[in-house]
Structure formats: structure tokens, C-alpha cells
């Protein structure tokens, strides 16, 4: 089992320029979840998708974020324009199976952003 | 109120239990989480509880869960200076598919 694999690691841009962060859930996963962490505000959940389909995306803070998930393997969030205010830690998770509440989530490593 | 709530710093010394709380607000929520976040790395899966126990261990780790005055704790008995981290306690409610956490706490192990 690899684990949530998120790409890249690190991330510095400039201010303006479009900015794509990348996931890969575990297999078998059918719950798709990205977060946001920075000091200020914690860990905020930005969007989540069950089966491909998002379900909840009331965390994205703007229309400058969008996520995908175009398969079952793969989700991107894109940032377009990127600002220094989206500096964060991005974090992409997963989850078994929605229907059984145990389930937990698994993290990946995250994509440290650094938007100057 | 919306949110969950820890105790944001905790210090401890080396061979000490070390305690760390947490208020959830969702009495309907079925599970609860704990998770753990070292420095540069992802959060962790710790453990977890069904809202219908009381009680769970797990090697150095026990869970206590008041479901009357929705407070969660974790105890981690005999702390190592590789228990410094981030803990950060998390309720999946009922209805939906949301995972609130909490601000995290972070303890500190002293030599």
C-alpha cells in the first residue's frame, strides 16, 4: 500500500501564475478529500468528491481554485491566478467507503505552497 | 458551538503520561479521531472510537470518550521524545461525509 501520493512536494511561484497540485488516492478509495492547512486558520477542508463526483465544494475559498477528478486515481486543484494569501500547506486525502462511518481518512504528505 | 475544540500547547517530561483533550460539538457523531502530525509529514492515523464506547486502548495509547459532556481524550502513557508532535482530534458527523478537526495540540516532550 503506497499511501495518498501527492505531487509536487514543494511549490514556489509568482504571484499571478497558475499553479497545479496533484493527488493519487489509495487504491480502492472512493472518497476523494483536499484540505488546506496555514497557521492562521488550521485545517480547512476545500472540497471533496465521492466516486469522482464533488460532492461538498463550499470550502474552495474563490473562483480562482478549482479541483477535478477525472478518474478514480487522479484529482488535481488548480489555483489561477495564484496570490501570496494561498501560501499553505495543501493536503490531499482519502477514505474507503462512504457508507461506513468508521472509515478514516488517510493523508498524503502534502504540497507545501509558497506563492511570492 | 461549530467547532472543536483542544488546548493548543502541552509539555511534558520524558517517561511522563501526557493527557490531551478535546471538545466535539456533535452529539449524533459516530466516530472520533485521532490523528498525529510531525514536523514536514502528513497527519497520521492514531486511533479512533465508536461514539457507543467508553474506552479503548491500544499499546501505550488509551482513548476516553464522555459522550454526556462530548469530551475526548487521549493518554499516552510513559511519552517519548519521539511522541513530540501535533495531535490534532477529529468528529465525521452523522449526516454527510465532513471530517471536522480540531486546532491541534502541540506537545512537547521535555528530557
Known amino acids: 500500500d503506497a499511501g495518498v501520493i501527492q505531487s509536487p512536494r514543494h511549490e514556489v511561484t509568482e504571484m499571478g501564475q497558475e499553479v497545479t497540485l496533484r493527488c493519487k488516492p489509495i487504491?480502492?478509495?472512493?472518497?476523494l478529500f483536499w484540505y488546506r492547512q496555514t497557521m492562521m486558520r488550521g485545517l480547512e477542508l476545500l472540497i471533496y468528491?465521492?466516486?469522482?463526483?464533488?460532492?461538498?465544494d463550499s470550502g474552495m475559498p474563490e473562483d480562482r481554485f478549482s479541483a477535478k477528478m477525472p478518474n478514480a486515481s487522479f484529482s488535481t486543484l488548480k489555483i489561477q491566478p495564484s496570490e501570496p494569501r494561498d501560501s499553505a500547506v495543501y493536503f490531499c486525502a482519502s477514505s474507503p467507503d462512504r457508507r461506513s462511518l468508521g472509515s478514516p481518512l488517510h493523508f498524503g504528505n502534502g504540497t507545501r505552497l509558497t506563492v511570492t | 458551538g461549530e467547532d472543536v475544540e483542544q488546548s493548543l500547547f502541552l509539555s511534558v517530561r520524558e517517561g511522563d503520561s501526557s493527557v490531551i483533550n478535546c471538545t466535539y460539538t456533535d452529539s449524533s457523531s459516530t466516530y472520533l479521531y485521532w490523528y498525529k502530525q510531525e514536523p514536514g509529514a502528513g497527519l497520521q492515523l492514531l486511533t479512533y472510537i465508536f461514539s457507543n464506547m467508553d474506552m479503548k486502548q491500544d499499546q501505550r495509547l488509551t482513548v476516553l470518550l464522555n459522550k454526556k459532556d462530548k469530551h475526548l481524550s487521549l493518554r499516552i502513557a510513559d511519552t517519548q521524545t519521539g511522541d513530540s508532535a501535533i495531535y490534532f482530534c477529529?468528529?465525521?458527523?452523522?449526516?454527510?461525509?465532513?471530517?471536522?478537526f480540531g486546532p491541534g495540540t502541540r506537545l512537547s516532550v521535555l528530557p
Open positions: 468528491f465521492n466516486n469522482n463526483v464533488p460532492i461538498d
Open positions: 487504491s480502492g478509495h472512493n472518497s
Open positions: 477529529a468528529e465525521r458527523r452523522y449526516y454527510g461525509q465532513n471530517f471536522v
